[in-house]
């Protein structure tokens, strides 16, 4: 069979109903059993139904409805590629603006309210009988009776932040009840709701769309790139060759039909978006296919997969290349240390190992949630005289997927867990003068181009003598770029120890600076009486600030949210009319201490 031929097989199967789709199961088997056609072709046909591809779970439609009250335009879909994760549910716009009513999805209740300065920022958690959760996030305010239970718990414990769990009985919603107003808060860019379907027992998180939610597409994703990967060595020492494509309506085709390869083993990579019928965003795709002849070589489904796993991102994807382009490459393969469950167990690990120099049919199918899809199809052929070396040394010291690691400089070393890394890599540590006055060691610098998952333990010698009263401020200070991380380390002798979960430049710092608190849109002494809040704006030197508290001259605790590096009160009945001092205390992460006191007439 032709791969256009299965191609078109497979698109036409595709189209039958699901009790259809049985008996042609049941007439396969048949000719298995009693016609006794060959194994490999008997698994080729089962692979014709996409039901056999990927288990089809049947997710309940129509039980679950728009959160808003306007029609439903995505700004990000499930399983968009972010920095460290994917993307976990839909981003809804709300036309540019906050404070849209959002409503219960079905019925249910209300079983965890969280509120956080990043992340979801204010968010409401709601189980609903049939065993899914639904979550809406960066929400401005819950509706009262909530909002008035979670304001009180906060002056209890004198924290924002808020993280609380309630029984069946305590908020009961049913379905299009109103639950909160729309906003902007926690790790958000923009005005929008972001909405989550989970599984109760696993936490697991599914694909909204795949729940009906009346969202339009009959558009097919664009495949723009295509990659080969020279397989005989790792993904990071790997030479990359990229293909040029040419298109035709949803169907591609390489320039030139036929690539040849110098490597007899290889992966493949793509660079592909989704569209929306009524969209102008480019989205992520939900499932990607790799044939070679009539066999399934690799297939993943963004689907299914929780928030412990999602930063296996980095395992999906060229990270070098996202490093130093910002452009997402999606293997079409499995890295030795991925563990993500989003493949096909009818697929392989994606490798593909030419034992001939004959041409071999390719095909990529690239699929959105409905079904929509895009096909490139090629042919492959190994030639030897083209065969091309990497740049490296075969005596470069390596780091290697599911087993501990240890790497020394010769002022630091690092610990890494069995699960750090997806594959072998390079990892040449390198020191620099300490460049600052205050600078209190080398600055070490790891190659940010290798992705690590999860926390590591870094150890770095300081240049201090022992007994200097400076080593009391000192904190461990990682930059990439406009990222930082400060982090309050441990002394063990010479050395502060401290954990990390990126690669930059890493030295210990002398921090002895106060943060700064700045009344933004007000001054000392102002009248308020026409304002409904008050800002202020907290700084410091090396990274967020770790610790904000506000109280009144009578020792009331004021509740500050916080946005950025902004803290907001909103003026309630434990600040009544009339003249104030506001006493404002802020640390930072090295234990510096700036206090305020702000006079203010309400």
Same mark, same amino acid.
């Given at each position: 069979?032709?791969?256009?031929?299965?191609?078109?097989?497979?698109?036409?199967?595709?189209?039958?109903?699901?009790?259809?789709?049985?008996?042609?199961?049941?007439?396969?088997?048949?000719?298995?059993?009693?016609?006794?056609?060959?194994?490999?072709?008997?698994?080729?046909?089962?692979?014709?139904?996409?039901?056999?591809?990927?288990?089809?779970?049947?997710?309940?439609?129509?039980? &679950?409805?728009?959160? /808003? !009250? =306007?029609?439903? %335009?995505?700004?990000? *879909?499930?399983?968009?590629?972010?920095?460290?994760? &994917?993307?976990?549910? /839909? !981003? =809804?716009?709300? %036309?540019?603006?906050? *404070?849209?009513?959002?409503?219960?999805?079905?019925?249910?209740?209300?079983?965890?309210?969280?509120?956080e300065k990043w992340g979801y920022g204010k968010a409401i958690y709601i189980t609903h009988p049939n065993g899914f959760v639904t979550l809406y996030a960066h929400l401005n305010s819950f509706?009262?009776?909530?909002?008035?239970?979670?304001?009180?718990?906060?002056?209890?414990?004198?924290?924002?932040?808020?993280?609380?769990?309630?029984?069946?009985?305590?908020?009961?919603?049913?379905?299009?009840?109103f639950i909160a107003l729309s906003g902007n808060t926690g790790g958000s860019a923009g005005p929008h709701l972001h909405f989550e379907i989970r599984d109760k027992k696993t936490g697991n998180n599914f694909n909204p769309q795949l729940f009906g939610l009346g969202i339009a597409d009959n558009i097919a994703p664009v495949i723009e790139k295509l990659f080969i990967y020279d397989r005989r060595y790792s993904t990071s020492e790997s030479v990359v060759k990229q293909v040029a494509?040419?298109?035709?309506?949803?169907?591609?085709?390489?320039?030139?039909?036929?690539?040849?390869?110098?490597?007899?083993?290889?992966?493949?990579?793509?660079?592909?978006?989704?569209k929306s019928s009524n969209s102008t965003f480019k989205f992520g795709i939900y499932q990607a296919e790799l044939w070679m002849d009539d066999s399934l070589i690799n297939a993943f489904q963004l689907n299914d997969f929780s928030y412990d796993e999602t930063r296996y991102v980095n395992a999906c994807i060229d990270y070098s290349k996202y490093k130093r382009q910002n452009v997402y490459v999606q293997y079409l393969s499995i890295l030795p240390g991925n563990r993500l469950k989003i493949f096909s167990e009818a697929g392989g690990p994606g490798k593909i190992a030419l034992h001939d120099t004959l041409p071999h049919r390719i095909g990529i199918n690239i699929k959105d949630v409905n079904g929509n899809a895009a096909r490139l199809t090629m042919m492959l052929q190994f030639d030897g005289s083209l065969q091309q070396q990497p740049g490296f040394s075969a005596g470069a010291p390596r780091v290697f997927p599911n087993q501990p690691n240890t790497v020394k400089s010769k002022n630091a070393q690092f610990s890494f867990p069995e699960t750090a890394f997806y594959d072998t890599a390079l990892l040449v540590v390198q020191e620099?003068?300490?460049?600052?006055?205050?600078?209190?060691?080398?600055?070490?610098?790891?190659?940010?181009?290798?992705?690590?998952?999860?926390?590591?333990?870094?150890?770095?010698?300081?240049?201090?003598?022992?007994?200097?009263?400076?080593?009391?401020?000192?904190?461990?200070?990682?930059?990439?770029?406009?990222?930082?991380?400060?982090?309050?380390?441990?002394?063990?002798?010479?050395?502060?120890?401290?954990?990390?979960?990126?690669?930059?430049?890493?030295?210990?710092?002398?921090?002895?600076?106060?943060?700064?608190?700045?009344?933004v849109g007000w001054k000392e002494g102002s009248n308020l009486k026409a304002q409904q809040s008050l800002k202020l704006h907290c700084t410091d030197q090396f990274d967020?600030?770790?610790?904000?508290?506000?109280?009144?001259?009578?020792?009331?605790?004021?509740?500050?949210?916080?946005?950025?590096?902004?803290?907001?009160?909103?003026?309630?009945?434990?600040?009544?009319?009339?003249?104030?001092?506001?006493?404002?205390?802020?640390?930072?992460?090295?234990?510096?201490?700036?206090?305020?006191?702000?006079?203010?007439?309400?």
């Amino acid at each position: 069979m032709s791969l256009k031929q299965q191609l078109l097989r497979r698109t036409l199967v595709r189209q039958i109903p699901v009790q259809h789709k049985f008996i042609l199961v049941i007439v396969t088997l048949h000719l298995f059993l009693i016609m006794k056609i060959p194994v490999h072709l008997f698994i080729a046909c089962l692979l014709l139904y996409p039901g056999f591809i990927f288990s089809q779970q049947q997710y309940p439609k129509n039980y &679950f409805r728009n959160p /808003l !009250d =306007i029609p439903i %335009q995505l700004a990000a *879909n499930f399983g968009e590629l972010r920095p460290d994760h &994917f993307h976990m549910g /839909l !981003d =809804i716009r709300t %036309q540019g603006r906050e *404070n849209l009513p959002v409503y219960a999805s079905a019925d249910g209740y209300i079983s965890r309210i969280k509120i956080e300065k990043w992340g979801y920022g204010k968010a409401i958690y709601i189980t609903h009988p049939n065993g899914f959760v639904t979550l809406y996030a960066h929400l401005n305010s819950f509706y009262s009776p909530l909002e008035d239970f979670v304001k009180k718990h906060a002056y209890d414990e004198e924290s924002w932040e808020q993280d609380i769990n309630f029984e069946p009985g305590s908020f009961p919603v049913k379905k299009g009840q109103f639950i909160a107003l729309s906003g902007n808060t926690g790790g958000s860019a923009g005005p929008h709701l972001h909405f989550e379907i989970r599984d109760k027992k696993t936490g697991n998180n599914f694909n909204p769309q795949l729940f009906g939610l009346g969202i339009a597409d009959n558009i097919a994703p664009v495949i723009e790139k295509l990659f080969i990967y020279d397989r005989r060595y790792s993904t990071s020492e790997s030479v990359v060759k990229q293909v040029a494509l040419k298109a035709s309506g949803n169907s591609y085709t390489t320039q030139p039909p036929i690539v040849k390869t110098g490597t007899p083993m290889l992966s493949f990579g793509v660079t592909a978006e989704d569209k929306s019928s009524n969209s102008t965003f480019k989205f992520g795709i939900y499932q990607a296919e790799l044939w070679m002849d009539d066999s399934l070589i690799n297939a993943f489904q963004l689907n299914d997969f929780s928030y412990d796993e999602t930063r296996y991102v980095n395992a999906c994807i060229d990270y070098s290349k996202y490093k130093r382009q910002n452009v997402y490459v999606q293997y079409l393969s499995i890295l030795p240390g991925n563990r993500l469950k989003i493949f096909s167990e009818a697929g392989g690990p994606g490798k593909i190992a030419l034992h001939d120099t004959l041409p071999h049919r390719i095909g990529i199918n690239i699929k959105d949630v409905n079904g929509n899809a895009a096909r490139l199809t090629m042919m492959l052929q190994f030639d030897g005289s083209l065969q091309q070396q990497p740049g490296f040394s075969a005596g470069a010291p390596r780091v290697f997927p599911n087993q501990p690691n240890t790497v020394k400089s010769k002022n630091a070393q690092f610990s890494f867990p069995e699960t750090a890394f997806y594959d072998t890599a390079l990892l040449v540590v390198q020191e620099e003068p300490a460049g600052t006055k205050n600078a209190a060691s080398a600055a070490i610098v790891l190659p940010q181009n290798i992705p690590v998952h999860g926390y590591y333990t870094a150890q770095i010698k300081t240049s201090l003598s022992k007994g200097d009263p400076l080593r009391n401020h000192v904190i461990m200070f990682l930059t990439n770029g406009k990222s930082k991380d400060a982090v309050k380390g441990t002394w063990n002798g010479d050395f502060m120890y401290g954990n990390f979960k990126k690669f930059a430049v890493l030295q210990l710092m002398i921090d002895t600076v106060p943060p700064t608190i700045k009344p933004v849109g007000w001054k000392e002494g102002s009248n308020l009486k026409a304002q409904q809040s008050l800002k202020l704006h907290c700084t410091d030197q090396f990274d967020e600030v770790a610790f904000f508290s506000a109280r009144l001259e009578n020792g009331q605790w004021l509740l500050f949210a916080k946005k950025d590096d902004d803290f907001i009160y909103y003026f309630d009945q434990y600040c009544p009319p009339g003249p104030h001092t506001l006493t404002v205390t802020v640390t930072d992460k090295a234990g510096n201490k700036s206090e305020a006191e702000l006079a203010f007439t309400r």
